[in-house]
């Protein structure tokens, strides 16, 4: 196997110490919490006191002014242990970038030091009922009045919904200008006219409280604005790279893990007086999911290199995204099929993690819209 080379000793003790509190903190509470819908509050602050949350956010704001490799290690680790109901990744690589990316220094100063402490929860509000993909077509809407914009429409598929304090909303400040009338205003959760729908039942991820979020003309401070009133397209397009690459990096950590436990199984279960890794196609089956795992850890790893570099463009990180979340869920399912009748059976972790991978070919923009932003880059537009 290749070795990899991205991190430090430094790195190695760090990931060491997130490992321990998944194993300590997290997976003894999990099966309730995905029992109950959601995480309870008091993980964040726990998250927060060991500096786990907004990593990468600068110091003066509450966070570690750490590099990004640390970011990347919290995702990779939670992957790992197939966790799928804290939605830590969003919180702090989504949320906290925008604000510290696009906001005033007020902002900045209310916000960023408590989310680092695990006292605030963050959401960012972008799908609508009939906008989910296309970020162009949302209808919620964000009008100037005088010192103030009044906030209207729904939201929905909102993770960290439920348990949010602030949000930041994509909303049409003018919608007579399509993508360049959205902009991005932070939501305080606890401001008049502001409500929380029900926490949406899904297929996966059981335990991330996602949820539908609702704007009754809601008075939003001015100065909530992010960055310049209809650039809030641009904003978006420049951070999703980031965001894709997340969604790569937890699916190839979650892919390593699934060959993993798979390999475990396969040694301890029997079948026709041998374990079922004495079968040569167990055996050549897990050699094709290996080869394919290392294969998207090498292209994965490269793509986190550019993105150190600042050099990432975003149909190379639309590849990784469509490509190693598609990759999971072939393995994953593979590695289902060689549990046989127990893989099927929701204490094992690889039925877990064959339905949460699932939507990892939907959010962060579908596979298919990746494959749009990819022929376009090699000279493919809409052609009429």
Known sequence: MISRTLF???????RDSVRRFMDNEVKPNDERWQEQGYADRDVWKKAGANGFLCASM??????????????????????RANNSTLGFGLHSEIVAPYLNRYGSDAL???????????EQIGAI?????????DLQ???TSAIRKGDKYIVNGSKTFITN???ADLVI???KTDPSQGAKGTSLVVVDTSMKGFTKGKRLKKMGLKGQDTAELFFDNVEVPAENLLGQEGNGFVYLMQELPWERMQIAIGAVSKTEAAIEWTKDYVRERKAFGKPVAGFQNTRFKLAECATEAQVARVFVDKCIELLLEGKLDAATAAMAKYWVSDLECKVIDECLQL??????MWEFPIARAYVDARVQRIYGGTNEIMKEVISRSIGLGEIK
């Open 108 to 118: 900045k100063k209310k916000y960023l030091p408590k989310m680092a402490a695990g």
């Open 8 to 14: 430090g000793p430094e790195h190695e003790t760090f």
């Open 161 to 163: 919904g439920w348990n």
């Open 339 to 344: 549990h046989g009748g127990y893989g099927f």
């Open 169 to 171: 909303v994509v909303a």
């Open 58 to 79: 600068p110091e003066e704001y509450g966070g570690s002014g750490a590099d990004k490799l640390y970011s990347i290690i919290l995702i990779e680790e939670q992957a």
């Open 137 to 139: 077509s949302v209808k």
């Open 125 to 133: 509000a972008m799908s609508e009922p009939g906008a989910g993909s």
